[in-house]
T-cell receptor
Framework: DVKVTQSSRYLVKRTGEKVFLECVQD?????MFWYRQDPGLGLRLIYF?????MKEKGDIPEGYSVSREKKERFSLILESASTNQTSMYLC????WGLGRTQFFGPGTRLTVL | ELKVEQNPLFLSMQEGKNYTIYCNYS?????LYWYRQDPGKSLESLFV?????AVKQEGRLMASLDTKARLSTLHITAAVHDLSATYFC???????????FGKGTKLSVKP
């Protein structure tokens, strides 16, 4: 079974803190994605990566950065957390190419106070 | 800009009834995905539709794709309580396989 794991299920941080969200997949997938999910807005793509050290901006990259140093790991970084970044963050992975199912991790619910 | 619209956004059904969720999208694409999300859980892949006319069925759910009409449907037959969840459709929007999601349809099946 494909497994995508995220480092925390729940996280509470203060405004201005630097926040790291980690995602690991064990199926040798080339593509990895970070989304945020908010009520009434669905899922929105923050960043994705199709190879080690490669990254592409999604629809809402402002306030975020990413790092992919190893194929299995994709990190989302909030350089200076703000209250409007309180959200559910979902990581996904897939094989390279089109027509490939994305497999999602369990999500991290981040609250910024 | 690719847009994906689902309707209805909320659906309350009685057990045993049939209903259809619609997913319209704004640009040409041959690849559409349906996911299910239970409360507090992550997304689970239901169907992958990869060509015009594709139809997939699993239990009481059937999904179809009409790329000319830019429309996918998720049909629910004889609903049961276990189908209560939020259903998302997503269309492949970029060259690397990134997905554009609809806002989701929250389905509640009542006895």
């Amino acid at each position: 079974d494909v497994k995508v794991t995220q480092s925390s299920r729940y996280l509470v941080k203060r405004t201005g803190e630097k926040v790291f969200l980690e995602c690991v997949q064990d199926m040798d997938h080339e593509n990895m994605f970070w989304y945020r999910q908010d009520p009434g807005l669905g899922l929105r793509l923050i960043y994705f990566s199709y190879d080690v050290k490669m990254k592409e901006k999604g629809d809402i990259p402002e306030g975020y950065s990413v790092s992919r140093e190893k194929k299995e790991r994709f990190s989302l970084i909030l350089e200076s957390a703000s209250t409007n970044q309180t959200s559910m963050y979902l990581c996904a992975s897939s094989l390279w190419g089109l027509g490939r199912t994305q497999f999602f991790g369990p999500g991290t619910r981040l609250t910024v106070l | 800009e690719l847009k994906v619209e689902q309707n209805p956004l909320f659906l309350s059904m009685q057990e045993g009834k049939n209903y259809t969720i619609y997913c319209n999208y704004s640009t040409t694409s041959d690849r559409l995905y349906w996911y299910r999300q239970d409360p507090g859980k992550s997304l689970e892949s239901l169907f992958v539709l990869l060509s015009n006319g594709a139809v997939k069925q699993e239990g009481r759910l059937m999904a179809s794709l009409d790329t000319k009409a830019r429309l996918s449907t998720l049909h629910i037959t004889a609903a049961v309580h276990d189908l209560s969840a939020t259903y998302f459709c997503a269309v492949e929007g970029g060259s690397q396989g990134n997905l554009i999601f609809g806002k989701g349809t929250k389905l509640s099946v009542k006895p």
